[in-house]
Each structure stands twice: as structure tokens, then as C-alpha cells.
């Protein structure tokens, strides 16, 4: 690895995996000239040892590598749960090697040698990728954050009016007031941090409640 440490603090990174310095160096100082952040590593042990976790922006990567090659490092970063797009570059790419990239997820398989815009055209659309999934995660972790506030007893009722049910028809089947029930959707609203049944309902999906007809 070279001295300098891996960017984690802008979105606009690329980290570049390739065995070889001469094509690291190239495209460092391309990425850095277009005003990106660039990092680079000579192996994909050496990323997987020194890149950490929270790393935004996107991956360029060598497919044919000594040891780990892209596509297992493409598969130990799907297991580790580290959500970096990654942009394939190759000299020996064949069709079903490519076939195999972009199932996994990556935006792009590009055959060396490669045109500088093409280049650039494919990290900017992996960082778009990465900003996008990643406000995605945030939503996600914040709406199931926001129901696990719920006590089970607003959990029930949400399940109920989630799907449609009107107060009187929850309070008979909870066998409470209707008053009781009206209390809980009100508590489990605040608690969700909503205004209306339609972005409680948005919130509970989104969470992944199921509702309770």
C-alpha cells in the first residue's frame, strides 16, 4: 500500500486494487485531476486489510490479480456486508467472467486499455450508486429504529391500522376501549415521528411490518 491513508470523509473516492503500480499511479493521478479523492492498493488482501468498513465511493478493480482476483474480493465484500460499487477493469475479461461481475452488483466490466472518459463516465455513475444505496440504508435503519420505539401493545395496533382497520373494529379484536385504541395510534405516531396515517403507513413498510387484517 502506498503512504498515503484511505479517504473516508467525502463521497467522491475511488480506491483503485491493481497488482500493477505503473496503472495505480496512472490512474490516481487521473481520478485526482478530475477532482476525486483516489486511493489506491496493490493487492486485494491489501484492501481488505486497510480499507475500512464505512468507505465511500466506489471500487476500481483489477480482475486478474495474484491471489484473492476481483471477483472473490467482489465476494468477500458482499459477506462482510462493506457496500462499495464496483467498476471492473480487465486485459483477459471474457463473457461469462463479465456476466458474472454484473450479476454480483458491478456497474461496470471495462476491457484494458481504456479511454479516460469511459473511465470517468463509469466512476461517477458507481459513486452516484454508492450515494443513492447508501441514503437507502440511512432510511431503512432510521424508519426500524423509529418502530423499535413501539411498545408491543402500539405494535399490535399499528399492524391493525396498517392495514386498514378502523378503531372500533381493533378495540374489539385487542378487547379494549376504542378511547385505548385511539390513545396507542396517537402514541405510536408521536413515537414514529408522523403526521398522517399515509407516512405511518410508508414508515411500517418500509420498516418491514407486516399488517394485521
Known amino acids: 500500500m502506498n503512504d498515503e491513508q484511505p479517504v473516508i470523509d467525502k463521497q467522491n473516492v475511488v480506491y483503485i486494487v491493481d497488482d500493477d503500480p505503473m496503472v495505480r499511479r496512472s490512474f490516481k493521478r487521473l481520478f485526482k485531476l478530475a477532482g476525486y479523492g483516489a486511493t489506491d492498493f496493490e493487492s486485494a488482501e491489501d484492501f481488505l486489510a486497510n480499507c475500512p468498513a464505512e468507505a465511500h465511493g466506489c471500487l476500481l478493480l483489477d480482475v486478474q490479480m495474484p491471489g484473492l482476483n476481483g471477483l472473490d474480493l467482489q465476494q468477500e465484500l458482499e459477506d462482510s456486508d462493506i457496500f462499495l460499487p464496483v467498476v471492473f477493469i480487465t486485459g483477459h475479461g471474457d463473457i461469462p467472467?463479465?456476466?458474472?461481475?454484473?450479476k454480483a452488483g458491478a456497474v461496470d466490466f471495462?476491457?484494458?486499455p481504456i479511454d479516460e472518459p469511459v473511465l470517468l463516465d463509469a466512476a461517477r455513475r458507481a459513486i452516484e450508486r454508492d450515494v443513492q444505496e447508501r441514503e437507502k440504508r440511512e432510511q431503512l435503519t432510521d424508519a426500524r429504529s423509529r418502530i423499535a420505539s413501539l411498545s408491543p401493545r402500539e405494535r399490535e395496533v399499528l399492524e391493525m391500522v396498517i392495514a386498514g382497520l378502523p378503531?372500533?373494529?381493533i378495540a374489539r379484536r385487542l378487547e379494549i376501549t376504542e378511547r385505548t385504541v385511539k390513545a396507542h395510534r396517537h402514541s405510536?405516531?408521536?413515537?414514529?415521528?408522523v403526521d398522517s396515517?399515509?407516512?405511518?403507513?410508508?414508515?411500517?413498510?418500509?420498516?418491514?411490518v407486516e399488517p394485521k387484517h
Open 110 to 112: 471495462l476491457p484494458k
Open 167 to 169: 378503531s372500533k373494529q
Open 188 to 193: 405510536l405516531m408521536d413515537k414514529a415521528e
Open 97 to 102: 467472467m463479465t456476466v458474472q461481475a454484473m
Open 197 to 208: 396515517v399515509a407516512e405511518l403507513v410508508e414508515l411500517a413498510l418500509l420498516a418491514g
